[in-house]
C-alpha cells in the first residue's frame, strides 16, 4: 500500500521544538520533492517548506524561514520537519505530501502534489 505517515506532532509551550517525521511506504521519496503544508482551522492549507529531489534545494514560507528546518533520509525513506521556537499561530494539522510523477519539482503550493499524508495535530499553547 503506498502511503505517507506523519508523526511527531503534539502539544508544546511557546518557544519550544518539535520534530514531525513523514514516513513512506509502498513508494520512493529518494527521487520526489516533499512537501510539508498545515491546515489552521477555518483556514485554507498552506505550504510550509519542501525539498527538491534532485539537488536537495531547500524552501520555506517566510512565516517559518529561520524557525524550521526540512531535511530527508533516504535509507529511512523519511522527510523530517524540525521546528524551534514554536508561535500559538503555528497550531495546525500539518500533512507531507508527494508525487508520483518523479519529474515534478519542488513547490509550496497544494495543487503541486497528489499523495499525502492523514496529517500530525501541532498545538502551541501555553
Known amino acids: 500500500q503506498v502511503q505517507l505517515v506523519e508523526s511527531g506532532g503534539g502539544l508544546v509551550q511557546p518557544g519550544g521544538s518539535l520534530r514531525l517525521s513523514c514516513a513512506a511506504s509502498g513508494i520512493s521519496l529518494d527521487y520526489r520533492a516533499i512537501g510539508w503544508f498545515r491546515q489552521a482551522p477555518g483556514k485554507e492549507r498552506e505550504g510550509v517548506s519542501c525539498i527538491s529531489r534532485s539537488d536537495g534545494s531547500l524552501y520555506y514560507a517566510d512565516s517559518v524561514k529561520g524557525r524550521f528546518t526540512i531535511t530527508r533520509d533516504n535509507a529511512k525513506n523519511t522527510v523530517y520537519l524540525q521546528m524551534n521556537n514554536l508561535k500559538p499561530e503555528d497550531t495546525a494539522v500539518y500533512y507531507c505530501?508527494?508525487?508520483?510523477?518523479?519529474?515534478?519539482?519542488?513547490?509550496?503550493?497544494?495543487?503541486?502534489?497528489?499523495?499525502w499524508g492523514q496529517g500530525t495535530q501541532v498545538t502551541v499553547s501555553s
Open positions: 505530501a508527494t508525487n508520483f510523477n518523479v519529474r515534478l519539482g519542488c513547490s509550496l503550493a497544494k495543487s503541486g502534489y497528489d499523495l
